[in-house]
Each structure stands twice: as structure tokens, then as C-alpha cells.
């Protein structure tokens, strides 16, 4: 009794310790900034349902799925949110990727899984992918943040990841300010599989965090169908 006595106040000492640390530096929600409370992580209620979701999941023939039509064949593709500039979905996925937030990541992924989950063909794949990183930028950043939200996606559509078969075999220049033909140029013939890889026949469901023209996905899909396999795309956003 004395036992279970002294845990009950250890806990009841590091409960008010946690509460007067959320007090002093309160977490808040990564895309609007206000306090979090205790139950949420990352998100706040609101932003989980007020973000400007794209809903493309839903639609065979949306924006997505038309970056890559006459291109590549995808099964599928989709995005979660719209990405506005300035808006609350740019600075969550600028503390994603940029801030070391990798969390973020799952969380998302977690949510959009959930959406996905009871929809074909996604909830079909055989694997998740992400988009590599080369490993002279992943050691500079210290992650794929692509491979954070493919787990948050993975832990809800309970579809199994690989991220060691894909890999980027050189590095190229920030797409950024690029021109559609120079993202394409700069991406075209960079990904490669690894020679022992079991990528063959398989659905891949291949994320990313934004696409915009579609160029880098587009040549990590040249190399999973080049190998026999479908692949269909999900992104955490889209921006036109």
C-alpha cells in the first residue's frame, strides 16, 4: 500500500511539474500559433479541421493527377492541403521541414491516413515510398521529412514503409525558382534502386511534402514503373 502510495505521489509531482512547464512555455499549434491544449499534439482542433484540405482524394481527375497525365503513369494522386504563401499550411510545413518539427510529419500523416485509408486505390498499395533526399543534403537537414509523414500514413492506413530501395544518386540544385522544363531538366534520371531491391510488381503509394509542377515525383515514378510496379502519389500539399 505504502508502494502504490509513494507512485501515486510521483506521478501527481511530475503531472504538476508538466502543467506548470505548459504554463510557463505553453506548446502551441503549429500552424496558427495559439496554445495547445493538453489532449493535442502539434495541432490544434481547429487548424485539423479548418486547414484548406483539397479533398483531390475524392476526385479521379484533379489538379494532382493532371501533372502527370501524357508524362507518367500514375494510378492515382492526391494532396492534402492547398499551400498558400503566407498562409497557416506554409508555416506548418516550414517548421516541418525546415525547423526540425519532424514530428509534424506524422502527425499529418496520421490525419490524411485516416482519410485515405477507405479509398481506392490508395488503401491498395503494397508499400509506402518517399521521395529521397541525397545524402549530402540529408546530412545537412538530418532527415527526409517525406519519410515522417509516409510513417504518419503508414500508422493509419497500416500499409508497410520502405525508404531504402528509392534512393537519389546525385544531387541537384533547389527547385524553387525554376521553370517547369529546368525542375524536369534538373531531376530527369536522378533516382535509382538499389541493386538487391524487392521493388518489383508491387503498388507503390509514393509521398512527398509539396508538389507544384510535379517534375521531381514524376522522375521517382519513371523509376518505380520502369521496375514493373503501379504507383499512385500523395503529397501533404499542393501549390499551383
Do not use: W
Amino acid at each position: 500500500m505504502k508502494k502504490d502510495a509513494v507512485k501515486s505521489f510521483i506521478r501527481s509531482v511530475g503531472e504538476y511539474i508538466m502543467d506548470t512547464i505548459d504554463l510557463v512555455y505553453p506548446k502551441i499549434c503549429m500552424a496558427c500559433d495559439s496554445p495547445l491544449m493538453k489532449q493535442e499534439e502539434y495541432l490544434c482542433m481547429f487548424c485539423i479541421y479548418s486547414l484548406p484540405k483539397t479533398n483531390f482524394h475524392t476526385e479521379s481527375d484533379n489538379p494532382v493527377r493532371q501533372l502527370f497525365s501524357g508524362k507518367v503513369e500514375v494510378e492515382a494522386a492526391a494532396s492534402y492541403f492547398h499551400f498558400e504563401k503566407g498562409g497557416s499550411v506554409q508555416q506548418l510545413i516550414h517548421r516541418y521541414k525546415y525547423k526540425g518539427f519532424k514530428e509534424i510529419g506524422v502527425e499529418v500523416g496520421k490525419h490524411y491516413g485516416r482519410e485515405l485509408k477507405d479509398i481506392a486505390p490508395y488503401n491498395k498499395a503494397d508499400l509506402i515510398a518517399a521521395v529521397p533526399l541525397h545524402k549530402s543534403k540529408l546530412k545537412k537537414r538530418g532527415y527526409n521529412q517525406s519519410e515522417f509523414f509516409a510513417s504518419g500514413l503508414s500508422q493509419t492506413m497500416n500499409i508497410p514503409t520502405d525508404f531504402s530501395s528509392l534512393y537519389r544518386a546525385k544531387a541537384t540544385e533547389t527547385q524553387t525558382r525554376k521553370s517547369r522544363y529546368e525542375r524536369f531538366e534538373n531531376v530527369e534520371s536522378i533516382f535509382r534502386l538499389e541493386e538487391n531491391h524487392s521493388l518489383r510488381g508491387k503498388h507503390i503509394l509514393l509521398v512527398d511534402d509539396v508538389v507544384t509542377t510535379g517534375s521531381t515525383l514524376e522522375a521517382c515514378c519513371e523509376t518505380l514503373t520502369a521496375a514493373g510496379n503501379k504507383v499512385s502519389v500523395v503529397t501533404m500539399a499542393y501549390a499551383k
